[in-house]
């Protein structure tokens, strides 16, 4: 049996797969997923010891970002892939803890810029460095070389993934036969 055989199996049983992967494209990509629900889960057990969300967290970061000039809510969302009803929901809430503020557009009444303020910024600093140090030994097992061919192999994931996004949209707008 292959090395690659035996972490499918490993796989299999740890998703509790009650079957055979239908395909290697199948099988990596439940690999993926189920690295990612581990991710996942680690920002879920960390963050609350901050007072936050995960997506509080991501909030923050791209708002450091964006610190000087702030950034419409609409683009956060975007950026976010989340909806705006989502976003606004996260805002509110981190606006009553006082991490960021809305500032109206003046050029475009609709729209909102948010800020992030001054204790966003001081939480976000406490939280960063304790956050980065959980992942050293995520990446322990591979060397630099593999890290930057992981990043790569990422990258054209996602490069396929965005193709395949592209075609869903243009046959959603295809008129219905």
Known sequence: MNEITKLAEKLQREIALNRDFVSQEETVLLSFMH??????RLGKLFFPRFGLSD?????LMVLWDYRETG???HELASLLMVNRASVGGVIDRMERQVLVQRQRDPVDRRSNYVHITAAGIALLEKIKP?????????????????????????????????????RLKEKNNEPSQ
């Open 130 to 166: 304790v956050y980065y140090a959980l992942f050293p030994p995520a990446f322990a097992n591979l060397n630099s070389h593999q890290q930057q061919e992981f990043f790569k192999l990422l990258e054209q994931f996602r490069q396929g993934i965005l193709q395949v996004n592209e």
């Open 55 to 59: 997506a509080q967290f991501n909030v």
């Open 71 to 73: 950034m419409r809510q």
């Open 35 to 40: 690295t990612w629900q581990h991710l996942d």
